[in-house]
């Protein structure tokens, strides 16, 4: 919906933020496995403005996301978007028969004093 394809590093570090989006490293790696938790971050701005997570406050319910790994291609719907604390990490558990994906990132931009996530839950997973 809001046209981006960003390279996933499987960090958060600034490297990673300004090549593309960083996974959150006490998460889960993208797989089709129950009971997973993947937290993919990304900036809202700066340098590399065009491809960041700048629009993903434009996901609504039932939107799609895709990822792509060595393995399969991954298809999530949206199912919840939020504005959290900085500090508030009990987002990010696992839920039992879940796969889970959330995609995180400053909330208030450009004031970064907020976490937006969007989440969103495995529909399908194509070969």
Known sequence: KIGIVLSIFEDSSYQALL????????????SSNKNTTTVITGH???RNEDQTFL?????DDGDEI?????????KYKVVEKEIIEETD???FTREEDNTK????SCHGYPQFDQRLLVTAELVE???
Do not use: A, Q
């Open 66 to 74: 895709k990822i792509t790994t060595r393995e399969e291609i991954l």
């Open 125 to 127: 997973d194509v070969d």
């Open 19 to 30: 090549d593309g989006v960083g996974m959150l490293e006490t998460s889960d790696m993208p």
């Open 101 to 104: 994906l959330i995609l995180m």
């Open 44 to 46: 809202r701005g700066g």
């Open 89 to 91: 990490w009990s987002r």
């Open 55 to 59: 629009n993903i406050h434009e996901l």
